[in-house]
């Protein structure tokens, strides 16, 4: 194991609003981040991915996971949207994984969280995006939420994060700059 790991969370509506477009914009957006870090010899060197779904329930697919070995799961549309669910278990995952600088050794380098949703939540999702925002200061992770589907709430969106994209109208080239900005961030 590297000393010191780039932790990415990747947060995926299955909701059964994803179906179709959805679906395809967020293994299109999966499919472009893991070719793009594979590229870069730091992230082949540091990038550890994990992957939180979510729908009627919120679960960790895949814990962080070295960058070689990560393989992306077979994602399932499903009827529900736990988005404030999903919120609260990227929190605990990232308490729980996330190792912290300490006064004698460096820890992992700030998480990327990557949120692919329509942005139509059916649960009562404020008081835990609230939550992540309240931990967010001073900032523990950038965060960059991808709208994906015909009916992106982007009001939503921008409750979690100013950092907001849409995948509809983007060649996969436009998203590999995209990425390549946000990962250099």
């Not at 814990?63 to 399932?76: I, V, Y």
């Not at 919120?87 to 380098?109: F, H, I, N, P, W």
């Amino acid at each position: 194991m590297a000393s010191r790991r780039l932790p990415v969370y990747l947060l995926l509506d299955c909701s059964e609003s994803m179906a179709g477009t959805g679906i395809d914009e967020i293994n299109r957006g999966i499919q472009t981040i893991v070719s793009e870090l594979r590229k870069s010899p730091m992230a082949l060197e540091t990038a550890y991915l994990s992957v939180i779904t979510f729908s009627r329930y919120a679960k960790q697919e895949i814990p962080l996971t070295e960058l070689l070995a990560f393989q992306p799961p077979k994602l399932s549309v499903r009827p529900g949207t736990a988005f404030g669910t999903a919120v609260q278990l990227l929190l605990k995952c990232m308490q729980r994984e996330v190792v912290k600088t300490s006064a004698t050794s460096k820890g992992d380098y700030k998480p990327l969280v990557f949120l692919f949703t329509d942005g139509q939540p059916t649960d009562d999702w404020e008081p835990a995006v609230a939550a992540l925002r309240a931990a967010n200061q001073p900032k523990i992770a950038n965060i960059y939420a991808i709208g994906c589907g015909p009916d992106v709430d982007t009001n939503v969106l921008h409750q979690v994060t100013d950092i907001v994209f849409k995948m509809d109208g983007m060649s996969a080239d436009a998203w590999r700059k995209v990425f390549v900005w946000m990962s250099a961030s």
